[in-house]
C-alpha cells in the first residue's frame, strides 16, 4: 500500500479542484459532442502536461504512481470524462513515446510543446479492418531516401480532430512480425495527411474522434520513433502508460459516484425510512465500494511493478478488466439507486454509464484481454499439440 506524501496529496488537490472547474458545464457539451478548449487551458494552467516527464523538456519529474495519483484526483473533480480521457491520451501517446523513443533533436522540438499543452498530441493505431489485429495492419511506410511515405487509413484515432502531432504506427516489414511494425511522429499539417470528421459515439462525446487518411505522407527518417522495424516495442510501453493512467482518472471518477450513492442513500426517504435501509440498494452500494478498493490495489500495485521494471503482462491485463468492468457495474448501479434522476439527462449520471461501455473496448477489449490470459495460463494449443 502505497502512503502518499504531503506534497503528493496537494498535487492531486490541485487536479481535483482544477477538474471541477473545467467540467463545470460538461452537460452542455456532451449532447453536440463539444471540445472543451476552455477546460484544456485550465489543465495547462496546472501544468498537469508535464507531470510524468523531464524537468529539462519543462516537466515536473513525477514518478507513474504519482502521476496516476494526481490523474485520480482529476477523475474525482472532473465531470467531464471526455476531456480527461483527451488529456490522458496526449500526455501517454505522443508524451511518452516521444520521450521514451525519441531522438534527442525530436525532444528538444516537441517535448516542450507537449509538456505545456500548446501542442496537442494523438496517436493512430486501429484501422477499419484490423481492429485490434495491430501486426497485420494495412498502412505501409515504404522507405525513400532520408524519408518514409505513409500510405493508408487509420479509424477511431482519440483527439484526430484537434490534433498537432500524430504518432502513426504503419508496415515497414513482413504482416504479423514482431519486427514488422515502425512508429513515426508525424505533425498534423503535413502534405497528404488528412483528417475525416468528428464521429459520434455513444459515450465519451466530447473527446474528439476521427479517421485519419495517409496519401503518400512523407515523414523523415529523423521522426522514426526508437528505430525502424521497434514500433511494436513502442507500442507496447505505450499501451502500459495508457491503461494505468486512463483507468487512474476512472477510478477517481468511480470514487465520486461512490460519494453521490453514499449520500443518496443515506438521505433519500421512501416508505418512512431511508433507502439504505433497504437491503438490496445497500448491498448495492456495498458492492461498488468492493470494485472501487479491488480496482485501486490492482491499478497501484501494477504501477508500483512497472515502475520497479518487473513483467507486467498479467497484471496488466487483469487490471484493464477488473477495472474497467467494474466501472461499468458502478456506474449501472447509481443509475439504479438514483431511479428516475439517473436514467434523465438533467444529472449527468446515465451519461457516466455511456462513457463507462468505452473502457471495455479501447485498450483492448475485454475479450482480447481473456484471450491473453488464457494465453499467458497456457490454454491455448493446437490440435496436434493436444493430441500428442
Known amino acids: 500500500m502505497i502512503r502518499w506524501s504531503d506534497e503528493q496529496k496537494a498535487l492531486r488537490a490541485v487536479a481535483e479542484k482544477a477538474g471541477e472547474a473545467v467540467g463545470a458545464d460538461h452537460l452542455e457539451r456532451d449532447g453536440p459532442g463539444s471540445f472543451a478548449w476552455e477546460g484544456w487551458a485550465g489543465l495547462r494552467d496546472i501544468g498537469l502536461f508535464g507531470a510524468p516527464f523531464d524537468a529539462a523538456w519543462g516537466g515536473a519529474g513525477l514518478d507513474l504512481p504519482t502521476t496516476m495519483y494526481v490523474l485520480e484526483g482529476l477523475g474525482h473533480g472532473c465531470r467531464d470524462a471526455g476531456l480527461t480521457f483527451s488529456a490522458v491520451t496526449h500526455l501517454v501517446s505522443t508524451g511518452v513515446s516521444v520521450q521514451r523513443f525519441g531522438s534527442e533533436s525530436l525532444k528538444a522540438h516537441y517535448l516542450p510543446s507537449v509538456c505545456d499543452g500548446s501542442l496537442i498530441g494523438a496517436h493512430a493505431i486501429t484501422e477499419p479492418e484490423g481492429g485490434s489485429d495491430v501486426l497485420n495492419m494495412r498502412t505501409t511506410a515504404v522507405a525513400d531516401g532520408d524519408a518514409f511515405v505513409l500510405k493508408g487509413t487509420k479509424s477511431f484515432v482519440s483527439n484526430g480532430p484537434i490534433a498537432d502531432l500524430v504518432v502513426v504506427y504503419a508496415r515497414t516489414g513482413a504482416a504479423g512480425a514482431l519486427d ?209
Open 180 to 388: 514488422g511494425i515502425t512508429a513515426f511522429l508525424v505533425p498534423a499539417d503535413t502534405p497528404g495527411l488528412a483528417v475525416g470528421a468528428p464521429i459520434g459515439k455513444m459515450g465519451l462525446r466530447t473527446s474528439p474522434t476521427s479517421e485519419l487518411f495517409l496519401d503518400d505522407v512523407r515523414v523523415p527518417r529523423t521522426h522514426v520513433l526508437g528505430a525502424v522495424g521497434s514500433g511494436f516495442l513502442v507500442l507496447d510501453e505505450v499501451m502500459k502508460w495508457e491503461i494505468l493512467c486512463s483507468f487512474a482518472s476512472t477510478l477517481g471518477e468511480m470514487c465520486h459516484r461512490l460519494e453521490r450513492c453514499v449520500e443518496q442513500v443515506r438521505d433519500r426517504v421512501q416508505f418512512g425510512v431511508n433507502i439504505g435501509s433497504n437491503q438490496a440498494i445497500s448491498h448495492r452500494v456495498v458492492d461498488m465500494r468492493m470494485d472501487v478498493e479491488t480496482s485501486r490495489k490492482w491499478l497501484y500495485d501494477t504501477a508500483e511493478k512497472f515502475a520497479g521494471k518487473q513483467g507486467i503482462a498479467t497484471d496488466l491485463a487483469i487490471t484493464k478488466l477488473v477495472v474497467s468492468e467494474a466501472n461499468v457495474r458502478s456506474a449501472l448501479a447509481a443509475v439504479q439507486i438514483f431511479g428516475g434522476a439517473g436514467y434523465s439527462t438533467e444529472y449527468g449520471i446515465e451519461k457516466e454509464l455511456r462513457n463507462a461501455v468505452a473502457g471495455t473496448i479501447y485498450s483492448g477489449t475485454s475479450e482480447m484481454q481473456r484471450q491473453r490470459l488464457a494465453s499467458f495460463m497456457g490454454l491455448h494449443k493446437s490440435p496436434a499439440v493436444q493430441g500428442g
